[in-house]
T-cell receptor, first 112, second 113 residues
Framework: EAGVTQSPTHLIKTRGQQATLRCSPI?????VYWYQQALGLGLQFLLW???????NRGNFPPRFSGRQFPNYSSELNVNALELEDSALYLC???????????FGSGTRLTVV | AQSVTQLGSHVSVSEGALVLLRCNYS??????LFWYVQYPNQGLQLLLK??????LVKGINGFEAEFKKSETSFHLTKPSAHMSDAAEYFC???????????FGTGTRLTVIP
């Protein structure tokens, strides 16, 4: 069974640009979660998608957005990139969060 | 609101020694609790989970954790540390009504040969 896959592995962008990160969940998982792991800040919850709808978002500005496609894959868009957006972005999927998530290996975003 | 606190951002143990990583939770309802491990430049891997069944939970790689309601704790232990256990460990709680997990700030485990 394929795990959660994220692409690209690394992404370098210039301040002010837009970044698009992609995530494919485990087959059968309908929920996708995005987390930001910035140096020294731990894992911060960004977004939760389920059945194509945004169900919850964390305390991030609107320039962080995303969507979930009919096949349950998801993309995270970050507009007007700032230096502080440099972080590891982790995607996870689940059938039922009571039993935990399965994480992908992440996309390392560097803003210069 | 549910949250977890991990005591100690860094823990060092000798190879073969007991590993004890501390996690305390705050929850007004019976919590769902998790421990994850993160190796360098990788995502997080689920070690074990507590879902209100047995209070002593056994996970992968020889780790286990005990849910203690009276102490609001869910500490992670392993009897004998291996060099391969060196990683960052995160405790997490499911946020009731919101479905996402709230993660602690992590504990970096160093194993000294």
């Amino acid at each position: 069974e394929a795990g959660v896959t994220q692409s690209p592995t690394h992404l370098i962008k210039t301040r002010g640009q837009q970044a698009t990160l992609r995530c494919s969940p485990i087959s059968g998982h309908t929920s996708v979660y995005w987390y930001q792991q910035a140096l020294g800040l731990g894992l911060q919850f960004l977004l939760w998608y389920d059945e194509g709808e945004e169900r919850n978002r964390g305390n991030f500005p609107p320039r962080f957005s995303g969507r979930q496609f009919p096949n349950y894959s998801s993309e995270l868009n970050v507009n007007a990139l700032e230096l502080e957006d440099s972080a590891l972005y982790l995607c996870a999927s689940s059938i039922d969060s009571n039993y935990g998530y399965t994480f992908g290996s992440g996309t390392r975003l560097t803003v210069v | 609101a549910q949250s977890v606190t991990q005591l100690g951002s860094h823990v060092s143990v000798s190879e073969g020694a007991l590993v004890l990583l501390r996690c305390n939770y705050s929850s007004s309802v019976p919590p769902y609790l998790f421990w994850y491990v993160q190796y360098p430049n990788q995502g997080l891997q689920l070690l074990l989970k507590y879902t209100s069944a047995a209070t002593l939970v056994k996970g992968i790689n020889g780790f286990e954790a005990e849910f203690k309601k009276s102490e609001t704790s869910f500490h992670l232990t392993k009897p004998s540390a291996h060099m391969s256990d060196a990683a960052e460990y995160f405790c997490a709680v499911r946020v009731q009504g919101a479905n996402n997990l709230f993660f602690g700030t992590g504990t970096r485990l160093t194993v000294i040969p």
